[in-house]
């Protein structure tokens, strides 16, 4: 059972960044799905999830700005990023869940950079 995030890297401000995080050994879908972020000095931030079906919600900080999304023939759940601003640097993480299972699953995280 794995997560694994991939797709940061370091880009200006206003630019773009899609982070991917594909599920190997269980079947994504079936959970829930979160985004988290944390910079250095500050505490885990919930970004995103997408829940029960195709249910997306934000946090206030990012609402209108980045997009959840599954595609289930990839096992894989994106966070497309748009406008991003500097305070949008951080380690990016996937959380998986079920609660029904006790099943808690999380990656290694992605970093992103948003710097001119």
């Known amino acids: 059972v794995q997560l694994v995030e991939s797709g940061g890297g370091l880009v200006q401000p206003g630019g773009s960044l899609r982070l991917s995080c594909v599920a190997s050994?269980?079947?994504?879908?079936?959970?829930?799905v979160n985004w988290f972020r944390q910079a250095p000095g500050r505490e885990r931030e919930w970004v995103s999830g997408?829940?029960?079906?195709?249910?997306?919600i934000y946090g206030d900080s990012v609402k209108g700005r980045f997009t959840i999304s599954r595609d289930k023939a990839e096992n894989t759940v994106y966070l497309q990023m748009n406008s991003l601003k500097s305070e949008d640097t951080a380690l990016y993480f996937c959380?998986?869940?079920?609660?029904?299972?006790?099943?808690?699953?999380w990656g290694q995280g992605t970093q992103v950079t948003v710097s001119s």
């Open positions: 050994g269980f079947t994504l879908s079936r959970y829930g």
């Open positions: 959380n998986a869940i079920d609660v029904r299972l006790g099943a808690n699953y």
């Open positions: 997408i829940i029960s079906g195709e249910h997306a």
